[in-house]
T-cell receptor, first 115, second 113 residues
Framework: KAGVTQTPRYLIKTRGQQVTLSCSPISGHRSVSWYQQTPGQGLQFLFEYFSETQRNKGNFPGRFSGRQFSNSRSEMNVSTLELGDSALYLC??????????????FGPGTRLTVT | QKEVEQNSGPLSVPEGAIASLNCTYSDRGSQSFFWYRQYSGKSPELIMFIYSNGDKEDGRFTAQLNKASQYVSLLIRDSQPSDSATYLCAVNPRGSTLGRLYFGRGTQLTVWP
């Protein structure tokens, strides 16, 4: 079974621009979670989507948003980019059909650099 | 504040030894516990998960959970140089949806030949 895929893998943007990242979960997985990883803060939760609904959101400003489509694919968007948004953005999917089936599997990530 | 604490290391062990990685968490009602391995420049890879008190073994890996002490550990037996990576502990606390994990900062492990 194919793993989680993320596109693009690398991205360079300028301050003030916006960016959209895409994530395709493992086939059959209904939950998609997004994380930001930086050397200073480690892995931090952004949000989770299940059946096209955002179920939980981390402590990030409103510039960070996301959505999920009916096929479980998900996108996240960051508007008005700041230098501090430079990070590895990770998407993780899980089956989520039972309380003990929330093991999350990560994609390869999108490395975003803001200049 | 839901905190997950790990020794940052680095932890250095010789090939063939047992590597012991430790993690404590602050939310007593936490339900699910995960260990991820992350190689430099790569994304985290799930290697173990545990939900009940006690030990869970998978090949060379053993996860140990003690909810009373709010402590979870990972033992790697017969350590190999290929085990050299950063190991991340992740916890799903009570009150969160199950899709939200809190991560420790990771322990860097080096296995030398």
């Amino acid at each position: 079974k194919a793993g989680v895929t993320q596109t693009p893998r690398y991205l360079i943007k300028t301050r003030g621009q916006q960016v959209t990242l895409s994530c395709s979960p493992i086939s059959g997985h209904r939950s998609v979670s997004w994380y930001q990883q930086t050397p200073g803060q480690g892995l931090q939760f952004l949000f989770e989507y299940f059946s096209e609904t955002q179920r939980n959101k981390g402590n990030f400003p409103g510039r960070f948003s996301g959505r999920q489509f009916s096929n479980s694919r998900s996108e996240m968007n960051v508007s008005t980019l700041e230098l501090g948004d430079s990070a590895l953005y990770l998407c993780a999917s899980s089956l989520a059909d039972h309380p003990h089936s929330y093991e999350q599997y990560f994609g390869p990530g999108t490395r975003l650099t803001v200049t | 504040q839901k905190e997950v604490e790990q020794n940052s290391g680095p932890l250095s062990v010789p090939e063939g030894a047992i590597a012991s990685l430790n993690c404590t968490y602050s939310d007593r009602g936490s339900q699910s516990f995960f260990w991820y391995r992350q190689y430099s420049g790569k994304s985290p890879e799930l290697i173990m998960f545990i939900y009940s008190n006690g030990d869970k073994e998978d090949g060379r890996f053993t996860a140990q959970l003690n909810k009373a002490s709010q402590y979870v550990s990972l033992l790697i037996r017969d350590s190999q140089p290929s085990d050299s990576a950063t190991y991340l502990c992740a916890v799903n606390p009570r009150g969160s949806t199950l899709g939200r994990l809190y991560f420790g900062r990771g322990t860097q492990l080096t296995v030398w030949p």
